[in-house]
């Protein structure tokens, strides 16, 4: 067992332990916690040793380690702390919240995966504390028409059993359903009608995911039918199809594409990366003298691949490959061809009416907004 191996896996039990104890003191010594409800219990804690032993060692990677290092320690720069608190809370509303990022590539993508998440976020929210023991209900002695919430073993919120508040709280997961299902739905309209899409989609990556978010969703649903309007016909068989869904759920979200919502908060150390490294001295380029990039991350990618154990020093003052900017890189590639044939020819040599300039490739981006990457494109297009 490796060095990473070992490492994470003493995360993955300390957290796993930590959530045990948790559930433990939360629930008061489990005297809240029912036990219909221990298998959704296991799942969750076996989900949490298996997503903290993957986050782990994928911050192990050379390539994500020196992302994280460098993401705090720039965050916590005194001289860029006050902009890197207010950019924190305009990311986290903007990235996150409103998923404007999303919406940039398409507004149908971009509501589908809002209601996916805000559906999720809300269904979590509630069910987690309800399996953990975490909250419970109690029905006060001397009024049983109210209910008072308990949070941890202490009393909160009371409110009437049949009145608006009560009403809208205990009918919480089939408000979180009808937002995941609608979310799903758009989902699969897209990737049945988008052919960019279905020429890359995958069942395990793209369709999989769908299908046990709208099977938690629709089951969900079926259980309050059930004992809503159908006097608890088949609620039995449906409590095992729901649980073996959301199990199934839970077991499956550590390695599949869901492991993203671990991972995507980790964008925002990037994001502060790349803001303080363009307030900063930039990377020249070595033949043409453009910036290109920080020098931070000119300096950081040779660090990388060191580790990776690439090896791209180049001979003369340029020194190493990533002080070179993409667009000489490009002519480089081309001359050397060139060079290539000359060879091939027995040495006789090509003519080519170069201008007086150093030769250079012409963009793929006719204009600054035709890239992929928006402003961050316009930041990197250098005519």
Known sequence: MTGERIKATGWGVLFTLTLAILIVAGSRNLSHFDAALVGYTFAVLFATFAITYRYAMWLQRPPTALYWKRGWQVFFRPSYLVTNIANWFKRVIGEFALNN???????????????????????????????????????????????????????TLAFRIHSITGF?????????????????????RRRMRDHGAAALQQFGEDFLPLILLFAVSVTGLMLTASYTWMKGYA???????????????????????????????????????KDVGEREAPALCRRCGTPFTSRQHAEDLIRVEKALGYRYEIEGSAEHYQWICPRCRRAMLVLGQGKLWQDVLGGESIHIDFPPALPQSSL???????????????????P
């Not at 009918?171 to 989902?187: N, T």
């Not at 199990?247 to 990366?273: D, E, M, S």
């Open 364 to 382: 793929g981006n006719p204009r600054i907004d035709f890239g992929p990457l928006g402003d961050e494109d316009k930041r990197n297009f250098h």
């Open 168 to 188: 809208l709280v205990f009918h919480g997961l089939v408000w979180a359903s009808f937002l995941v299902i609608a979310g799903v739905m758009l989902a699969l």
């Open 101 to 155: 990022f999303i919406f940039k590539r398409n507004k149908q993508r971009g509501i589908a995966h809002s209601l996916i998440m805000w559906g999720c976020v809300l269904a979590c929210a509630i069910t987690f504390p309800l399996v953990f023991g975490w909250i419970h209900f109690e029905t006060p002695p001397d009024d049983t028409t109210w209910y008072r919430t308990f949070l941890f073993g202490f009393p």
């Open 235 to 273: 609620y039995d068989f449906l409590a095992i199809l729901h649980a073996m869904s959301v199990i199934f759920t839970l077991l499956w979200l550590p390695f599949g594409k869901f492991f993203h919502i671990f991972q995507r908060p980790a964008q925002l150390g990037v994001g502060f990366y």
